[in-house]
């Protein structure tokens, strides 16, 4: 995880100015148990992070360019607002979108991860989407469209999971870990985005 | 699908007191797109309808006896607020979360199934939980647990998928099928608690 994270604009990860999670440690080991997210599971994520952050910039280049960018509804959120490509506005999230791969299979979950996953989701909405960058772009992703991506982000990285020669049981494995994070990272930025509106404990 | 749900306590689907989903037909169109949720999607679904609904009652049982049971933060939506159980409130909502299953695989997603998840949706929250089965329990269901558990419902399903000697590629196949699906109702879900805070377009 050190090869050129503090490169990496807008990369914030652990640093002062990144506000507080509103999910407390105890809480996200509740969320945790509700995925079934286990020491196992932590495991299994070391084990997808060595096998996928080499790949991790095809992986990102195959969501953005492969698909996203075929998705009027998902692709304007990098780009101006009357739709016009903003190139370097996309390739600089993709860097962080890279970085955001390994930390899900490599950062432990602590303090700083659940903050900076408050960060991230905070990124995609009114509060603060095009600020790290300084762009002209959409106002917020709503949360729904990055909910449902979330299903072909688990579907496609699986083949990527299974270049490595690991055995069927173990890319399964694998697989099931990367799902439950990004689940639980779903409903961390639910609770998120949830400050946005009456703070309602029900969501 | 007519194998008794008319018998089903408080299975509403498609009754005309069911409210309209928040959600319009197009705009679940724009959901299924960013859930890579195709044809062929639907058509894994049906093959894992079929497979699941015999066996729907067993991985019900498993996911409410093996797995919520013994997490209290979840447990406790099926029992009185003091934690004494409910087993006539537990086996009403048991009944309906098997039909749930078969309803995820072979319904088609029309108006119908929209305002049903809609429906669903809502007696999770504190505008309609506990009033189907005229129970006293927790008020609503946290959002946020709700969909970290479907991490739970996507890894758990997955041997149900192979006891009918299809190949490994189709029981992957059904596999990702019902997770894009789940993922796709996430988003729905989403939608609907959200209409209990502000007004959000974020949500």
């Not at 780009?79 to 490509?85: I, Q, T």
């Not at 950062?107 to 603060?128: F, G, P, V």
Request: with cysteine; proline share 6%.
């Amino acid at each position: 995880m050190e090869n050129g994270e503090h490169d990496i604009h807008g990369y914030d990860y652990g640093k002062a100015g990144v506000p507080s999670s509103p999910v407390t440690l105890e809480e996200l080991q509740h969320f945790k148990i509700s995925a079934g997210f286990t020491d196992d599971t932590e495991r299994y994520l070391r084990m997808a992070g060595v096998v996928l952050a080499p790949q991790a910039p095809a992986i990102v280049q195959k969501w953005r360019s492969g698909i996203i960018a075929g998705i009027p509804h998902l692709a304007r959120h990098s780009r101006a607002v009357n739709g016009d490509p903003r190139p370097g506005y996309l390739a600089a999230t993709n860097l962080r979108f890279v970085q955001w791969i390994e930390d899900t299979c490599l950062r432990t979950y602590d303090q700083s991860w659940l903050n900076y996953q408050h960060e991230i989701a905070l990124r995609h909405t009114s509060l603060k989407k095009n600020q790290t960058d300084g762009v002209e772009s959409t106002p917020f992703v709503p949360l729904h469209d990055a909910v449902a991506f979330v299903a072909v982000m688990n579907q496609t990285i699986r083949p990527y999971l299974a270049t490595q020669g690991h055995s069927e049981a173990e890319v399964e494995a694998m697989h099931a870990a990367w799902c439950a994070s990004l689940q639980l990272q779903v409903a961390l930025w639910l609770r998120s985005y949830a400050t946005l509106a009456n703070p309602t404990p029900e969501l």
